[in-house]
Nanobody, 121 residues
């Protein structure tokens, strides 16, 4: 079992930046592909970004490409999401996720509790 704890959410004006962090309890953190998803009010949860075990490969939703950056520090069991040029439509609860084998854009095996990001116009 992997426990994921997110932090770093908050209220920011449009055009601003936030960095989310997610720390995992697993001693074998490096074996898990990681990702971030988000869910806006009244909407389904959607994929935001993913990162491979080593951090050498990343992928992003089209809506955040060029603005968000996912990274990981395997020595600290932590994955990050740097969010720049934030827009009101980025407002959502952001969830950290981990997969035992493959993290897809629709599925993960472990989820954090979520952290709220609100972008004001």
């Amino acid at each position: 079992q992997v426990q994921l704890v997110e932090s770093g959410g908050g209220l920011v004006q449009a055009g601003g930046s936030l960095r989310l962090s997610c720390t995992a309890s697993a001693r074998t953190f490096i074996t898990y592909p990681m990702g971030w998803f988000r869910q806006a009010p009244g909407a389904e949860r959607e994929f935001v970004a993913g990162i491979s075990r080593s951090g050498g490969s990343t992928n992003y939703a089209d809506s955040v490409k060029g603005r968000f950056t996912i990274s990981r520090d395997n020595g600290k069991n932590t994955v990050y999401l740097q969010m720049n040029s934030l827009k009101p439509e980025d407002t959502a609860v952001y969830y950290c996720a981990a997969a035992r084998l493959v993290l897809t854009t629709t599925q993960a095996d472990y989820w954090g509790q979520g952290t709220q990001v609100t972008v004001s116009s």
